[in-house]
């Protein structure tokens, strides 16, 4: 029997995660000896305790937020946030404790300020340079391995192709090798590489040396020839990697993790979890609090105008589904003369007249949607996200298309993907819901910091044209 504390699967701790963790010690002890060069700043024992400190803080955040991880294959600008916001985390961390213990008083607050600027220039930059260090090395063959794919299938060519996209890998790619014919397996896209042979003369390769990491890309249920080859490749120095075919299912921003060592492999996820979450969540609390600081006097007209103009109050809020399908109430400018909230709820059309004269124009500019502000600060929105539905509605769409209850694995957001792609509005058939919700879960897949932004500027000119607005 297999020992228990045999069956784990480690995370890869590579050399540049200790040059990593050496440079952002480097980038703090320079930040401060740029900070003692200012007038009336005193050097002693104190500050190297205040160094070494926040060292040691800067190092525990980091493990906590993923910081010292393998960045390898992950857009650098990832990278630098984690860094950033490792960094923002310990100097918040550092400045409770030293105003309660006052341990910084001696300090100018001039010195202060030039550590932090100091080490946040420092930790965008070394990271940069690590990255252009790495690609000059393997441009120039440094350091290279080779790696072989056993199957010609959709997801070995994929990996392949990621393989090509992410030279910081230092691998240079050999070919392909199967038993299978060409008549079964397809050709292998001439971009991406060529079928060298079979897997016997890949074992062979293997055991001279030549090949030095392997990638297994065969069909899950192919236990019993994944053991075969396990076996054969055994006898060589060859690393082996098994890449799994999760893609058979429809994932949504999977990610995997282990349980006591055992791995284990999200298929439905939040994606907004560790530095990503906390980086969204200040995205949106700051955006929202200006945005609410700009649009203060407008929603105070818009409100007079709504008291004015018919009976009823200003506001309307309604129950919808948030995240993990919890009912929240979204807080609305009331543009209707009724305030359907039950089990029943009639989607607005065009010519609706249930509509005020006001609130056509309210709806028509999307200004009815500014309250749903006061959802973002109060943690159950976002600024960008999958549009919370009617909860009837709900209820009636999760029976008829399959995975639609996904769409509430994030919070919900004033503007989404569906919108700025043409699908807001009314949905008077459901192909218009299937095509809104397909939206709303590749953007759960595909979701950056980056893709918010964009949204938001396409948002904008959504607004403007007025498209499907009524």
């Not at 995660?17 to 703090?28: E, P, Y």
């Not at 055992?262 to 990503?276: A, H, I, M, T």
């Amino acid at each position: 029997m297999i020992p228990q504390n045999s069956l784990r699967i480690r995370h890869e701790r590579s050399l540049v995660d200790a040059l990593l963790r050496a440079s952002d010690a480097a980038c703090i002890g320079l930040g401060f000896t740029v900070a003692a060069m200012y007038p009336k700043t005193r050097v002693d024992t104190n500050y190297f305790l205040a160094v070494t400190i926040t060292i040691i803080t800067v190092f525990l955040i980091g493990e906590i937020v993923g910081l010292y991880r393998s960045w390898r294959g992950v857009a650098i600008y990832r990278e630098i946030a984690a860094a950033e916001l490792t960094w923002v985390y310990s100097g918040a961390a550092l400045l409770v404790v030293a105003f309660f213990t006052r341990f910084t008083d001696h300090l100018p607050r001039a010195a202060l300020l030039i550590v932090v600027g100091t080490v946040a220039a420092l930790f965008g930059a070394t990271r940069i340079l690590m990255r252009m260090v790495q690609r000059s090395m393997m441009a120039k063959g440094l350091n290279t391995r080779k790696f072989a794919i056993i199957g010609v299938t959709d997801l070995g060519v994929r990996l392949a192709r990621n393989m090509e996209n992410a030279p910081e890998f230092g691998l240079e790619f050999a070919g392909f090798y199967d038993d299978r014919p060409a008549t079964r397996t397809g050709d292998v896209p001439e971009e991406v590489g060529d079928r060298l042979g079979t897997i016997g003369e890949l074992v062979d390769s293997a055991q001279r040396g030549e090949i030095h990491r392997i990638y297994i890309t065969l069909p899950m249920r192919a236990e019993k020839r994944i053991r075969h080859l396990l076996d054969q490749f055994a006898d060589s120095t060859a690393s082996v990697y098994i890449v799994p075919d999760f893609f058979v299912f429809e994932l949504l921003h999977s990610r995997w993790t282990d349980i006591g060592g055992l791995p284990v492999v999200s298929v439905f996820e939040n994606p907004f979890y560790g530095v990503d979450g906390m980086a969204k969540r200040i995205c949106d609390v700051a955006l929202a609090s200006m945005a609410l600081g700009a649009a203060a006097i407008p929603m105070l007209v818009i409100a007079a105008l709504i008291k004015l103009t018919s009976r009823g109050p200003v506001f309307f809020r309604q129950k919808r589904y948030g995240l993990d399908g919890r009912e929240i109430l979204v807080w609305k400018f009331r543009s209707m003369r009724v305030a359907d909230n039950g089990p029943v709820v009639k989607q607005a059309t065009q010519g609706d007249p249930r509509i005020t004269p006001l609130g056509r124009i309210l709806r028509k500019t999307s200004l009815d949607e500014l309250p749903q502000l006061f959802n973002v600060l109060e943690g159950n929105m976002s600024l960008v996200g999958p549009r919370p539905h009617a909860s009837a509605h709900n209820e009636q769409y999760r029976r008829l298309i399959p995975g639609y209850m996904l769409r509430h694995k994030v919070k919900p957001g004033i503007t989404g993907l569906a919108q700025v792609l043409g699908w807001r509005g009314e949905t008077d058939t459901l192909d218009k819901m299937s095509n809104r919700i397909q939206c709303d879960l590749e953007y759960i897949r595909e979701w950056s910091l980056w893709m918010d932004l964009k949204i938001l500027f396409r948002t904008v000119f959504v607004v403007f044209s007025q498209q499907n607005a009524y």
